[in-house]
Protein backbone atom coordinates (compact mmCIF):
# COMPACT_ATOMS: atom_id res chain seq x y z
CA UNK A 1 0.00 0.00 0.00
CA UNK A 2 1.15 3.43 -0.98
CA UNK A 3 2.44 5.58 1.90
CA UNK A 4 0.54 9.13 3.17
CA UNK A 5 3.85 10.86 1.51
CA UNK A 6 3.89 9.08 -1.77
CA UNK A 7 -0.47 9.46 -1.75
CA UNK A 8 -0.17 13.19 -1.38
CA UNK A 9 2.89 13.40 -3.86
CA UNK A 10 1.55 11.37 -6.48
CA UNK A 11 -2.49 13.22 -5.97
CA UNK A 12 -0.42 16.63 -6.33
CA UNK A 13 1.11 15.74 -9.65
CA UNK A 14 -1.23 14.32 -11.03
CA UNK A 15 -3.74 16.95 -10.24
CA UNK A 16 -0.96 19.49 -11.32
CA UNK A 17 -0.56 17.50 -14.85
CA UNK A 18 -4.16 17.77 -15.29
CA UNK A 19 -4.35 21.45 -14.51
CA UNK A 20 -1.45 22.16 -17.11
CA UNK A 21 -2.67 20.09 -19.32
CA UNK A 22 -6.31 21.32 -19.66
CA UNK A 23 -4.76 24.98 -19.33
CA UNK A 24 -2.38 24.16 -22.37
CA UNK A 25 -5.29 23.22 -23.96
CA UNK A 26 -7.48 26.26 -23.22
CA UNK A 27 -4.66 29.00 -23.83
CA UNK A 28 -3.04 27.09 -26.70
CA UNK A 29 -7.13 27.11 -28.50
CA UNK A 30 -7.39 30.70 -27.82
CA UNK A 31 -3.70 31.28 -28.96
CA UNK A 32 -5.05 29.40 -32.55
CA UNK A 33 -8.22 31.53 -32.66
CA UNK A 34 -6.34 34.25 -31.55
CA UNK A 35 -3.96 34.26 -34.66
CA UNK A 36 -6.46 33.32 -36.58
CA UNK A 37 -8.44 36.48 -36.42
CA UNK A 38 -5.63 38.85 -36.48
CA UNK A 39 -4.31 36.81 -40.02
CA UNK A 40 -8.65 37.05 -41.56
CA UNK A 41 -8.20 40.91 -40.25
CA UNK A 42 -4.97 41.34 -41.61
CA UNK A 43 -6.70 39.37 -44.81
CA UNK A 44 -9.78 41.53 -45.29
CA UNK A 45 -7.63 44.72 -44.82
CA UNK A 46 -5.48 43.77 -48.19
CA UNK A 47 -8.80 42.91 -49.97
CA UNK A 48 -10.06 46.19 -49.23
CA UNK A 49 -7.07 48.07 -50.61
CA UNK A 50 -7.65 45.64 -53.80
CA UNK A 51 -11.04 47.36 -54.13
CA UNK A 52 -9.89 50.28 -53.51
CA UNK A 53 -7.29 49.97 -56.18
CA UNK A 54 -9.76 48.53 -58.62
CA UNK A 55 -12.56 51.24 -58.25
CA UNK A 56 -9.99 53.37 -60.25
CA UNK A 57 -8.95 50.91 -62.70
CA UNK A 58 -12.06 49.80 -63.56
CA UNK A 59 -11.76 50.47 -67.60
CA UNK A 60 -8.05 49.41 -67.58
CA UNK A 61 -7.16 46.51 -64.67
CA UNK A 62 -4.12 45.94 -66.07
CA UNK A 63 -2.84 48.72 -64.36
CA UNK A 64 -3.84 47.23 -60.98
CA UNK A 65 -0.45 45.93 -61.05
CA UNK A 66 1.21 49.28 -60.43
CA UNK A 67 -1.22 50.29 -57.95
CA UNK A 68 -1.11 47.64 -55.55
CA UNK A 69 2.34 48.20 -54.67
CA UNK A 70 3.22 44.84 -52.54
CA UNK A 71 6.91 43.33 -53.09
CA UNK A 72 4.99 39.98 -52.60
CA UNK A 73 2.73 40.42 -54.82
CA UNK A 74 5.25 40.85 -57.55
CA UNK A 75 7.36 37.60 -56.80
CA UNK A 76 6.22 34.55 -58.33
CA UNK A 77 4.54 32.15 -55.97
CA UNK A 78 5.45 34.03 -53.10
CA UNK A 79 2.54 33.02 -51.10
CA UNK A 80 0.42 36.46 -51.26
CA UNK A 81 -2.13 37.06 -54.69
CA UNK A 82 -4.85 39.08 -55.47
CA UNK A 83 -6.94 38.42 -58.56
CA UNK A 84 -10.25 39.99 -59.59
CA UNK A 85 -13.38 38.66 -62.04
CA UNK A 86 -15.47 41.01 -64.14
CA UNK A 87 -18.76 40.17 -65.34
CA UNK A 88 -17.93 38.77 -68.62
CA UNK A 89 -15.60 36.16 -66.96
CA UNK A 90 -12.23 37.89 -67.09
CA UNK A 91 -9.63 37.28 -64.78
CA UNK A 92 -7.06 39.67 -63.79
CA UNK A 93 -4.34 38.13 -61.62
CA UNK A 94 -0.88 39.65 -59.57
CA UNK A 95 2.47 38.59 -61.08
CA UNK A 96 3.07 36.35 -57.92
CA UNK A 97 0.34 33.81 -59.36
CA UNK A 98 2.32 33.41 -62.64
CA UNK A 99 0.04 31.57 -65.01
CA UNK A 100 -2.32 30.37 -62.35
CA UNK A 101 -6.12 31.29 -61.00
CA UNK A 102 -7.50 31.20 -57.60
CA UNK A 103 -10.54 29.43 -57.14
CA UNK A 104 -13.95 31.12 -56.20
CA UNK A 105 -16.36 29.91 -53.19
CA UNK A 106 -19.19 28.47 -54.94
CA UNK A 107 -22.16 30.34 -52.88
CA UNK A 108 -20.67 33.63 -52.52
CA UNK A 109 -22.97 36.49 -51.60
CA UNK A 110 -22.77 39.72 -51.47
CA UNK A 111 -20.36 39.80 -47.66
CA UNK A 112 -17.11 39.23 -47.64
CA UNK A 113 -16.37 35.02 -47.79
CA UNK A 114 -13.50 34.11 -46.32
CA UNK A 115 -12.61 30.17 -46.56
CA UNK A 116 -9.44 27.33 -47.09
CA UNK A 117 -9.03 26.81 -51.10
CA UNK A 118 -5.61 25.87 -53.02
CA UNK A 119 -3.63 27.68 -55.26
CA UNK A 120 -0.97 27.07 -57.27
CA UNK A 121 0.67 23.64 -57.25
CA UNK A 122 -2.11 22.64 -55.16
CA UNK A 123 -0.49 25.32 -52.17
CA UNK A 124 -2.86 25.38 -49.32
CA UNK A 125 -4.41 28.83 -49.14
CA UNK A 126 -6.95 31.08 -46.85
CA UNK A 127 -8.88 33.83 -49.17
CA UNK A 128 -11.19 36.24 -48.62
CA UNK A 129 -13.37 37.14 -51.56
CA UNK A 130 -16.82 39.22 -52.28
CA UNK A 131 -18.84 40.11 -55.40
CA UNK A 132 -18.31 43.99 -55.90
CA UNK A 133 -20.91 46.50 -57.42
CA UNK A 134 -19.60 49.38 -58.38
CA UNK A 135 -21.64 52.78 -59.33
CA UNK A 136 -20.57 52.44 -63.13
CA UNK A 137 -22.36 49.99 -62.63
CA UNK A 138 -19.84 46.87 -63.30
CA UNK A 139 -20.11 43.63 -61.40
CA UNK A 140 -16.53 42.07 -60.08
CA UNK A 141 -15.43 39.02 -57.90
CA UNK A 142 -12.02 40.42 -55.95
CA UNK A 143 -10.47 37.66 -54.12
CA UNK A 144 -6.86 38.05 -52.03
CA UNK A 145 -5.28 35.05 -50.53
CA UNK A 146 -2.06 34.33 -48.40
CA UNK A 147 -0.78 30.80 -47.88
CA UNK A 148 -1.51 29.29 -45.05
CA UNK A 149 1.98 28.05 -44.05
CA UNK A 150 2.05 31.91 -42.83
CA UNK A 151 -0.96 30.90 -40.45
CA UNK A 152 0.98 27.34 -39.34
CA UNK A 153 4.00 29.41 -38.36
CA UNK A 154 2.30 32.50 -36.89
CA UNK A 155 1.01 29.93 -34.44
CA UNK A 156 3.74 27.40 -33.66
CA UNK A 157 5.64 30.52 -33.14
CA UNK A 158 2.79 31.54 -30.34
CA UNK A 159 2.88 27.72 -28.76
CA UNK A 160 6.51 27.70 -28.53
CA UNK A 161 6.61 30.79 -26.74
CA UNK A 162 4.05 29.51 -24.40
CA UNK A 163 5.68 26.24 -23.85
CA UNK A 164 8.74 27.48 -21.04
CA UNK A 165 5.80 29.56 -19.51
CA UNK A 166 3.74 26.09 -19.10
CA UNK A 167 6.54 24.33 -17.94
CA UNK A 168 7.51 26.84 -15.20
CA UNK A 169 3.60 26.27 -14.14
CA UNK A 170 4.23 22.47 -14.07
CA UNK A 171 7.25 23.02 -12.45
CA UNK A 172 5.76 25.47 -9.91
CA UNK A 173 2.71 22.79 -9.32
CA UNK A 174 5.35 19.99 -8.26
CA UNK A 175 6.60 22.02 -5.59
CA UNK A 176 3.41 23.10 -4.51
CA UNK A 177 2.25 19.23 -4.40
CA UNK A 178 5.79 18.47 -2.18
CA UNK A 179 5.03 21.24 0.21
CA UNK A 180 1.82 20.68 0.55
CA UNK A 181 2.87 16.91 1.16
CA UNK A 182 5.23 18.33 3.94
CA UNK A 183 2.67 20.07 5.58
CA UNK A 184 -0.41 17.13 5.67
CA UNK A 185 2.88 14.94 6.91
CA UNK A 186 4.56 17.32 8.99
CA UNK A 187 1.81 16.54 12.05
CA UNK A 188 2.32 12.75 11.33
CA UNK A 189 5.76 12.87 12.26
CA UNK A 190 5.42 14.70 14.99
CA UNK A 191 2.96 12.58 16.39
CA UNK A 192 4.95 9.66 15.93
CA UNK A 193 8.18 10.95 17.25
CA UNK A 194 5.59 12.53 20.20
CA UNK A 195 4.39 8.69 21.11
CA UNK A 196 7.86 7.80 21.34
CA UNK A 197 8.93 10.31 23.72
CA UNK A 198 5.62 10.53 26.15
CA UNK A 199 6.27 6.20 26.35
CA UNK A 200 9.41 6.96 28.34
CA UNK A 201 8.08 9.70 30.20
CA UNK A 202 4.80 8.81 31.00
CA UNK A 203 3.05 12.00 29.83
CA UNK A 204 -0.55 12.01 27.93
CA UNK A 205 -0.44 13.53 24.29
CA UNK A 206 -2.24 16.96 23.87
CA UNK A 207 -4.94 16.80 21.33
CA UNK A 208 -4.71 20.55 20.86
CA UNK A 209 -1.38 20.06 19.37
CA UNK A 210 -2.68 18.54 16.25
CA UNK A 211 -4.61 19.38 13.56
CA UNK A 212 -8.58 18.56 14.16
CA UNK A 213 -8.25 15.48 11.41
CA UNK A 214 -5.56 13.92 14.05
CA UNK A 215 -7.12 14.95 17.22
CA UNK A 216 -9.51 11.76 17.56
CA UNK A 217 -6.39 9.56 16.88
CA UNK A 218 -4.85 11.40 19.96
CA UNK A 219 -7.38 10.34 22.14
CA UNK A 220 -7.18 7.34 21.00
CA UNK A 221 -3.43 6.98 20.93
CA UNK A 222 -3.49 8.17 24.95
CA UNK A 223 -5.57 5.25 25.77
CA UNK A 224 -3.24 2.66 24.10
CA UNK A 225 -0.57 4.29 26.00
CA UNK A 226 -2.54 4.02 29.56
CA UNK A 227 -2.96 0.27 28.72
CA UNK A 228 0.48 -0.49 27.35
CA UNK A 229 1.98 0.76 30.38
CA UNK A 230 -0.22 -0.78 32.64
CA UNK A 231 -0.07 -4.22 30.93
CA UNK A 232 4.07 -3.98 31.06
CA UNK A 233 4.20 -2.64 34.81
CA UNK A 234 1.88 -5.53 35.79
CA UNK A 235 3.63 -7.87 33.98
CA UNK A 236 6.69 -6.72 35.59
CA UNK A 237 5.42 -6.80 38.98
CA UNK A 238 4.16 -9.96 38.35
CA UNK A 239 7.78 -11.40 37.53
CA UNK A 240 8.86 -9.56 40.45
CA UNK A 241 6.26 -11.29 42.68
CA UNK A 242 7.01 -14.44 41.16
CA UNK A 243 10.70 -14.01 41.79
CA UNK A 244 10.13 -13.03 45.54
CA UNK A 245 7.82 -16.08 46.12
CA UNK A 246 9.87 -18.00 44.72
CA UNK A 247 13.27 -16.87 46.90
CA UNK A 248 11.88 -18.45 50.05
CA UNK A 249 10.82 -22.09 49.27
CA UNK A 250 14.42 -22.29 47.47
CA UNK A 251 16.25 -20.93 50.53
CA UNK A 252 14.44 -23.54 52.53
CA UNK A 253 15.56 -26.45 50.49
CA UNK A 254 19.17 -24.81 50.80
CA UNK A 255 19.28 -25.01 54.20
CA UNK A 256 17.76 -28.43 54.22
CA UNK A 257 19.80 -29.28 52.13
CA UNK A 258 22.96 -27.78 53.69
CA UNK A 259 21.75 -29.57 56.87
CA UNK A 260 21.68 -32.83 55.29
CA UNK A 261 25.03 -32.37 53.68
CA UNK A 262 26.39 -31.57 57.33
CA UNK A 263 24.86 -35.14 58.56
CA UNK A 264 26.78 -36.57 56.19
CA UNK A 265 24.27 -36.98 53.17
CA UNK A 266 25.44 -36.69 49.94
CA UNK A 267 23.08 -33.61 48.63
CA UNK A 268 25.73 -32.26 45.71
CA UNK A 269 22.94 -33.75 42.68
CA UNK A 270 19.81 -31.85 44.89
CA UNK A 271 22.04 -29.20 45.26
CA UNK A 272 23.04 -28.98 41.70
CA UNK A 273 19.32 -29.64 40.69
CA UNK A 274 17.71 -26.71 42.55
CA UNK A 275 20.18 -24.36 41.40
CA UNK A 276 19.25 -25.19 37.79
CA UNK A 277 15.95 -24.76 39.14
CA UNK A 278 16.81 -21.28 40.78
CA UNK A 279 18.97 -20.45 37.16
CA UNK A 280 15.77 -21.74 34.66
CA UNK A 281 13.49 -19.64 36.71
CA UNK A 282 15.39 -16.56 36.47
CA UNK A 283 15.77 -16.97 32.85
CA UNK A 284 11.95 -17.14 32.46
CA UNK A 285 11.21 -14.32 34.57
CA UNK A 286 13.96 -12.68 32.51
CA UNK A 287 12.36 -13.72 29.11
CA UNK A 288 9.14 -12.68 30.23
CA UNK A 289 10.56 -8.88 31.41
CA UNK A 290 12.22 -8.39 28.65
CA UNK A 291 9.86 -9.42 25.50
CA UNK A 292 7.05 -6.87 27.56
CA UNK A 293 9.58 -4.11 27.55
CA UNK A 294 11.84 -4.89 24.84
CA UNK A 295 9.60 -3.89 21.86
CA UNK A 296 7.89 -1.02 23.69
CA UNK A 297 10.81 1.07 25.30
CA UNK A 298 12.62 3.91 23.84
CA UNK A 299 14.28 5.18 26.57
CA UNK A 300 17.80 5.03 26.32
CA UNK A 301 20.25 3.64 29.28
CA UNK A 302 23.69 4.70 30.17
CA UNK A 303 25.89 1.88 29.04
CA UNK A 304 29.05 3.60 29.82
CA UNK A 305 27.94 3.90 33.46
CA UNK A 306 26.41 0.52 33.39
CA UNK A 307 30.10 -1.11 32.55
CA UNK A 308 31.76 0.94 34.92
CA UNK A 309 30.05 0.28 38.06
CA UNK A 310 30.19 -3.57 37.06
CA UNK A 311 33.83 -3.12 36.21
CA UNK A 312 34.47 -2.08 40.08
CA UNK A 313 31.93 -4.42 41.82
CA UNK A 314 34.00 -7.70 39.21
CA UNK A 315 37.67 -6.42 39.46
CA UNK A 316 36.65 -6.97 43.28
CA UNK A 317 36.17 -10.59 42.60
CA UNK A 318 39.02 -10.39 40.43
CA UNK A 319 41.42 -9.86 43.01
CA UNK A 320 39.83 -12.12 45.63
CA UNK A 321 40.52 -14.84 43.09
CA UNK A 322 43.92 -13.63 41.92
CA UNK A 323 42.78 -12.29 38.65
CA UNK A 324 42.71 -9.31 36.60
CA UNK A 325 39.48 -7.45 35.20
CA UNK A 326 40.69 -4.66 32.59
CA UNK A 327 38.15 -2.23 31.54
CA UNK A 328 38.02 0.11 28.39
CA UNK A 329 34.70 1.93 27.46
CA UNK A 330 34.03 4.70 25.52
CA UNK A 331 32.18 7.44 27.30
CA UNK A 332 28.49 8.94 26.67
CA UNK A 333 27.32 5.27 25.02
CA UNK A 334 23.48 5.14 24.96
CA UNK A 335 21.65 1.81 24.31
CA UNK A 336 18.08 1.66 23.56
CA UNK A 337 17.26 -1.37 26.40
CA UNK A 338 15.90 -1.23 30.36
CA UNK A 339 18.99 -0.63 32.78
CA UNK A 340 18.48 -3.83 34.38
CA UNK A 341 18.35 -6.21 31.49
CA UNK A 342 21.14 -4.45 29.73
CA UNK A 343 23.01 -4.58 33.27
CA UNK A 344 22.07 -8.48 33.85
CA UNK A 345 23.76 -9.24 30.40
CA UNK A 346 26.88 -7.73 31.34
CA UNK A 347 26.84 -9.39 34.53
CA UNK A 348 26.40 -13.00 32.92
CA UNK A 349 29.24 -11.95 30.54
CA UNK A 350 31.51 -11.01 33.25
CA UNK A 351 30.74 -13.82 35.48
CA UNK A 352 31.51 -16.19 33.11
CA UNK A 353 34.48 -14.70 31.88
CA UNK A 354 35.85 -14.35 35.68
CA UNK A 355 34.91 -18.25 36.27
CA UNK A 356 36.48 -19.44 33.01
CA UNK A 357 39.77 -16.79 32.82
CA UNK A 358 43.36 -18.25 33.83
CA UNK A 359 44.46 -14.48 34.98
CA UNK A 360 42.99 -12.18 32.96
CA UNK A 361 39.70 -10.82 31.25
CA UNK A 362 38.55 -7.55 29.68
CA UNK A 363 35.50 -5.77 29.05
CA UNK A 364 35.17 -2.98 25.88
CA UNK A 365 32.57 -1.02 24.42
CA UNK A 366 32.64 1.11 21.90
CA UNK A 367 30.39 3.31 18.91
CA UNK A 368 30.71 1.22 15.61
CA UNK A 369 28.76 2.90 12.64
CA UNK A 370 25.79 0.22 13.26
CA UNK A 371 25.33 0.73 17.06
CA UNK A 372 27.36 -0.19 19.94
CA UNK A 373 29.66 -3.29 20.36
CA UNK A 374 30.48 -4.39 23.65
CA UNK A 375 33.07 -7.18 24.23
CA UNK A 376 34.19 -9.49 26.69
CA UNK A 377 37.07 -11.39 26.57
CA UNK A 378 39.16 -13.85 28.66
CA UNK A 379 42.41 -16.01 28.61
CA UNK A 380 40.83 -19.23 29.16
CA UNK A 381 40.24 -22.71 27.30
CA UNK A 382 37.67 -21.01 24.92
CA UNK A 383 34.81 -22.84 23.31
CA UNK A 384 35.71 -24.63 19.84
CA UNK A 385 33.28 -23.63 17.11
CA UNK A 386 31.80 -26.66 16.67
CA UNK A 387 30.21 -25.97 20.53
CA UNK A 388 29.29 -22.56 20.24
CA UNK A 389 25.84 -22.69 18.73
CA UNK A 390 25.45 -25.85 22.31
CA UNK A 391 26.91 -23.49 24.34
CA UNK A 392 24.39 -20.60 23.40
CA UNK A 393 21.62 -23.17 23.87
CA UNK A 394 19.12 -23.09 27.22
CA UNK A 395 20.54 -25.42 29.83
CA UNK A 396 23.64 -26.77 28.04
CA UNK A 397 27.11 -27.03 30.14
CA UNK A 398 29.91 -28.08 28.35
CA UNK A 399 31.79 -28.48 30.96
CA UNK A 400 30.82 -29.48 34.86
CA UNK A 401 34.27 -28.58 36.23
CA UNK A 402 33.45 -24.97 37.33
CA UNK A 403 30.30 -24.05 39.66
CA UNK A 404 27.42 -23.42 37.47
CA UNK A 405 24.04 -23.72 35.80
CA UNK A 406 25.15 -23.16 31.90
CA UNK A 407 22.38 -20.41 31.27
CA UNK A 408 24.29 -17.04 31.92
CA UNK A 409 24.98 -17.37 28.23
CA UNK A 410 21.46 -18.30 27.08
CA UNK A 411 19.49 -15.89 29.23
CA UNK A 412 22.05 -12.66 27.86
CA UNK A 413 20.89 -13.90 24.15
CA UNK A 414 17.52 -13.98 25.25
CA UNK A 415 17.34 -10.88 26.71
CA UNK A 416 19.07 -9.45 23.68
CA UNK A 417 17.11 -10.77 20.99
CA UNK A 418 13.79 -8.87 22.92
CA UNK A 419 15.72 -5.39 21.88
CA UNK A 420 17.21 -6.50 18.57
CA UNK A 421 20.41 -7.52 19.84
CA UNK A 422 22.69 -10.14 19.07
CA UNK A 423 25.46 -12.15 20.71
CA UNK A 424 28.17 -13.98 18.93
CA UNK A 425 30.88 -16.22 20.63
CA UNK A 426 34.63 -16.25 18.76
CA UNK A 427 38.13 -16.18 19.86
CA UNK A 428 39.84 -13.64 21.93
CA UNK A 429 42.58 -12.07 19.40
CA UNK A 430 43.98 -10.32 22.65
CA UNK A 431 43.61 -12.89 25.35
CA UNK A 432 43.22 -16.12 22.99
CA UNK A 433 40.78 -17.18 24.98
CA UNK A 434 36.66 -16.88 24.48
CA UNK A 435 35.24 -13.77 22.91
CA UNK A 436 31.98 -12.92 23.88
CA UNK A 437 30.21 -9.75 21.48
CA UNK A 438 27.55 -8.12 21.55
CA UNK A 439 25.89 -5.81 18.97
CA UNK A 440 22.83 -3.37 19.81
CA UNK A 441 21.78 -1.14 17.65
CA UNK A 442 20.85 2.72 18.75
Request: aromatic letters at 4%; charged letters at 25%.
Given at each position: MLSLRQRALLGGIASGALSVGVGTLVVFSYINTRV??????ALQ???TQLVVGLSVATDDPETLRELIFDPAYSTPYSGRYWQVTDSNGAIYTSASLFDETI???PHASGETTIWNTSGPDGEALRSAYQKITFEDGTEWGVTVAESRSELINERSAAQRNLLPVFGLVGLI?????LLLMSAIVGPLRKLRADVAHR???GDDLVPEDYPSEVSPLVEDLNKLLHRNRAIVSGSRKQAA????ALKTPATILRNELSELSDAGVDTEPAEEALARID??????????????????????????????RLSRLFSVMAERDGKTLVSDCEGGLLVRMDPQDIEEVIGNLLDNALKWSRTTFQ?????TDNGIELCVEDDGPGIPESARDEAIRSGSRLDTSVMGTGLGLSISVDLLAAYGGKLELGTSRRLGGLACEVNITT
Amino acid sequence: MLSLRQRALLGGIASGALSVGVGTLVVFSYINTRVLDQFDGALQDRHTQLVVGLSVATDDPETLRELIFDPAYSTPYSGRYWQVTDSNGAIYTSASLFDETIAEPPHASGETTIWNTSGPDGEALRSAYQKITFEDGTEWGVTVAESRSELINERSAAQRNLLPVFGLVGLIGVASSLLLMSAIVGPLRKLRADVAHRWDQGDDLVPEDYPSEVSPLVEDLNKLLHRNRAIVSGSRKQAADLAHALKTPATILRNELSELSDAGVDTEPAEEALARIDAQLGRSLARMRATNTGELTHSRTDLSNSVERLSRLFSVMAERDGKTLVSDCEGGLLVRMDPQDIEEVIGNLLDNALKWSRTTFQITARRTDNGIELCVEDDGPGIPESARDEAIRSGSRLDTSVMGTGLGLSISVDLLAAYGGKLELGTSRRLGGLACEVNITT
